[in-house]
């Protein structure tokens, strides 16, 4: 997922060993004027805004008028707010902002149908594409309308099944962290291994080969300062926000995006420097790769890895279809940010669940013990897709982990246009009102909870609440939801916004 500095506490920040503490926060003049400022604003709008029917729905109780329900949802372990309130309120609840706005929480799967695959009437914020475009430009996780349908357009040859096969090797080339780990065994009894950090640097140098067919370096020293650099910009997206910077996100949530736009570029905050420093040292590798797949193309010996896919694309597009320089690196920056830590913390979970799980580890074990003992007696060293889709143990853990485990907890959008959710279920207003489907106003927020979704009884069985492989092997999952690209899970979002490297991952 793309980062969000807006949710900050997000999803993966609680990777084993991932909660870092944000830096204290100066509040320097200007960040006093901007708020002053949009307090203003945001006291109009709320003025001129219409009562909606979502006032109605039941939810938590806010802490303050002030604050809403932000803090509790950011402070608390990741997404467990959304598990607790969808306990006590169903799949459709309302919950307080800042400022009294309401926003609505979903996770029943037809009202999320709607939401995902209605095309542009519930879009993305604007304020959250601004925070993302400060480290990624103007890729495809941060544009919207015609925009995005171009981008998407010409992204999509480079991330079909075929070529995510055929990484497999260039990603098993890499794999030799068991090997590393084994070696530091044999002179000690025990060792304590910071998985995060070693899957990070492992999917950086990845992401590198696969995407651009450059060389990181990550795992062996990171001579260009690229880790180093990325890793310095982890607080800011993942470190759990003071209530005073989840003030000012919730007020960004319902200005202007014109407003939020021209804080973010001309801010002079330490955090939004150094995300401009990150941004460029980036631009100056992806500048000069795009130049030279372009040359490649030009002599006709392009390669196969995503970048060079995109120049191909969109050099058969016209002018007015393709992508532009700066379109271009933006989508590399977007790449970066969208593919690297996401599946990095996925792998920690991953390893996380199997250490709390003895048994679902010798399970996991004997299935690839299995598979290597065939392989072997064939005379193959490597494993290629079929090995692997052949593995359905293996294939299960993974679903699970990321059922469980979804590294982008919710995802935000905001209503473009007056509209009706339909429900699977009827719910009952505070007033006692029964509704079968929810009307939502222009500019309402709508936030899809990713964890409450993937552990709803109705898809996924009545042991939805605890992490069990089995699930899917036994068909309790139900496979008609026709939600979200993989597994009917919502982890890579769903409808024309899904991940666009969910294979990949
Ligand atoms: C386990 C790993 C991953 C997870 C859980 C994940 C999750 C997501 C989610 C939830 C979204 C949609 C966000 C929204 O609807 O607001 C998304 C979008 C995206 N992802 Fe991933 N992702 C993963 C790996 C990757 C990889 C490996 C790549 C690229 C190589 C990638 C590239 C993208 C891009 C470009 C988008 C924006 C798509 C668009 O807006 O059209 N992701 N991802
Ligand atoms: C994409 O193609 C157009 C021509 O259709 C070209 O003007 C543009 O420079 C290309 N973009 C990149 C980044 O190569």
Sequence with gaps: MLPDMSQVQTED?????????????????????????????????????????????????????????????????VGAAELKWRAQYGDVYRVKGVLGTNRLFVSDPKAIRHIHHSGYIIRKQPFRNELSRLLVGAGLGTVDGENHRRHRRINSPAFGTNHARSYIPIVSSYATLSKVWQQ???????????????FSKFMLDVIGEVAFDYRFGAS??????????????????????????????GLMEIL???????????????????SRRVHNIISNVARRLV??????????????DILSLLVKANASETPRTSLSEHEMLS???????????????????????????????????????EMERVMRARGQTEYTWTEFDAMPYTIAVMKETLRYHPVAFNNAREAVCDQVL????????????????????????????????????????????????????????????????????????????????????
């Design 331 to 369: 989508q590399m920056h977007t790449i970066m940010q969208a593919g690297h830590e996401t599946t990095a913390n996925t792998l920690s979970w991953t390893i996380f669940e199997l250490s709390q799980r003895q048994d679902v580890q010798n399970k996991l074990r004997a299935e690839i013990y």
């Design 291 to 304: 130049t030279e797949k372009a040359a490649d193309l030009a002599a006709g010996k392009a390669k196969r």
């Design 422 to 505: 339909p429900l699977s279920k009827p719910i009952v207003t505070k007033s006692g009102e029964m509704l079968t489907e929810l009307p939502i106003a222009k500019d309402q927020i709508v936030v899809v909870s990713v964890a409450a979704y993937n552990r709803n009884e109705d898809v996924f069985g009545s042991d939805a609440s605890v992490f069990n492989p089995e699930r899917w092997l036994d068909g309790t999952v139900r496979t008609d939801v026709q939600l979200g690209p993989y597994a009917n899970l919502m982890t890579f979002g769903s409808g024309h916004r899904a991940c666009i490297g969910y294979r990949f991952a």
């Design 256 to 274: 202007p995006a014109k407003l939020v736009q021209l804080y973010m570029r001309h801010a002079p905050t330490a955090g939004l420097r150094n």
């Design 184 to 198: 530091k065994l044999k002179a000690e009894d025990s060792i304590v291994v910071d998985t995060p950090q070693y």
């Design 13 to 77: 920040s609680l990777t084993p060993g991932l909660r870092l503490k944000m830096p204290p926060l100066q509040l320097p003049v200007h960040y006093l004027a901007f708020i002053a400022l949009s307090l203003a604003l945001v006291i109009y709008q709320l003025w001129t805004r219409r009562k909606t029917s979502i006032a109605d729905l039941p939810g938590p109780k806010p802490q303050s008028f002030l604050f809403g329900s932000v803090c509790e949802h950011q402070h608390d372990e």
């Design 220 to 249: 062996d020293g990171d001579a260009a300062g690229f880790s180093a650099a990325l890793s310095s910009i982890l607080p800011q997206i993942h470190a759990v926000p003071s209530d005073m910077q989840l003030f000012v996100f």
